[in-house]
């Protein structure tokens, strides 16, 4: 029983922090000029920088000022490289492909993750990445709207997943990399994913079959953002990236999906 009073307890705080944090985003993405918006999600991928260089294993303020000063400096280089965006999210696409290939053989990658300098260096495509996808999105027609759906998919695939996982869980689809995750819940979670992608696809441009691709691809993009940033949490041994945000820990743990799922995303509208 007290389990489970405390698993309650921790479900309301992350739904009232949700509450809270939800309205916030959504006005910041689709009221926002282009460049206000990019600085505010900025601000945001330099605060997740500070964490990140924490799971890095930079423990000295110092040290990890600097991560966030390395994350800030592909932000300025990017931003004033307009010509490159395009190779750019190429490249980061190609980035979390790689990942999803150190999640697959884990915990083989291991001894790379403990890696500070290497660590270190997997947050630039990782932060400067989701940046750089927000702001290529926002620069087009109904970006703003595309983000937010995008936003939406990894949420409710991830409430899904969680739902779906406590009651039906059986199969552990990571165990060496998060314990917690089931092939059930990855099956709920990608379901609900794809019944809200869809249901809001008439109000997108483009076909029903683009968002249905970018539903699949988003998802599973997702997933491995996801277990990716456990296997660096799990590498350091500690349970949150921070306490920033009450009942869902740091910024890195809400935005875990969002950072491989953004770019994969912006990848499948850049070519469409």
């Known amino acids: ?31 926002l000029p282009p460049i206000p918006f990019a600085v505010l999600m900025g601000l945001v991928a330099l605060s997740a920088a500070w964490e990140w260089s924490a799971l ?43 990942v999803a290939g150190m ?4 915990p083989r990658a291991l001894d790379v993750v403990r890696s500070a300098p290497f660590a270190l260096g997997m ?20 970006g703003g709207w595309i983000i937010v759906w995008t936003l939406a998919l990894v949420a409710i695939a991830d409430s899904g997943a969680y739902f779906a996982g406590r009651r039906f869980g059986r199969r552990r689809l990571a165990p060496k990399v998060s ?3 089931t092939w059930e819940g990855l099956a ?8 809200w992608g869809l249901a809001a696809a008439p109000w997108l441009p483009g076909s029903v079959w683009l968002w249905l691709v970018a539903c699949i691809v988003g998802i599973i993009a997702g997933v491995f953002g996801d277990l990716f940033e456990s296997a660096l949490k ?9 306490a920033l945000l009450p009942g869902h820990g740091g910024v890195l743990d809400r935005l875990d999906a969002s950072l491989a799922a953004l770019p994969v995303v912006a990848a499948v509208v850049s070519v469409a």
Not at 188 to 195: F, Y
Request: aromatic share 6%; glycine share 12%; proline share 5%.
């Open 56 to 98: 890095a294993g930079l423990g000295a303020r110092q040290a990890r000022a600097g991560g966030v000063a390395l994350v800030g400096a592909s932000l300025v280089l990017l931003w004033v490289s307009p010509g490159v965006w395009d190779a750019a999210l190429a490249v980061v696409v190609a980035f979390w492909v790689v």
């Open 179 to 181: 314990p917690g995750k």
């Open 188 to 195: 709920g979670g990608a379901a609900a994913g794809i019944v």
């Open 234 to 242: 799990r590498a350091r041994g500690v349970k949150d990236s921070g």
């Open 123 to 142: 947050s630039v495509p990782a932060l400067a990445g989701a940046w750089l996808a927000m702001v290529l999105l926002k620069s087009q027609p109904d």
């Open 103 to 106: 999640v697959l053989t884990w």
């Open 1 to 31: 029983m007290p389990e489970r009073h405390e698993a309650a307890l921790v479900l309301r705080t992350r739904i009232l922090t949700a509450a809270v944090l939800a309205p916030l985003a959504i006005a910041a993405v689709l009221l």
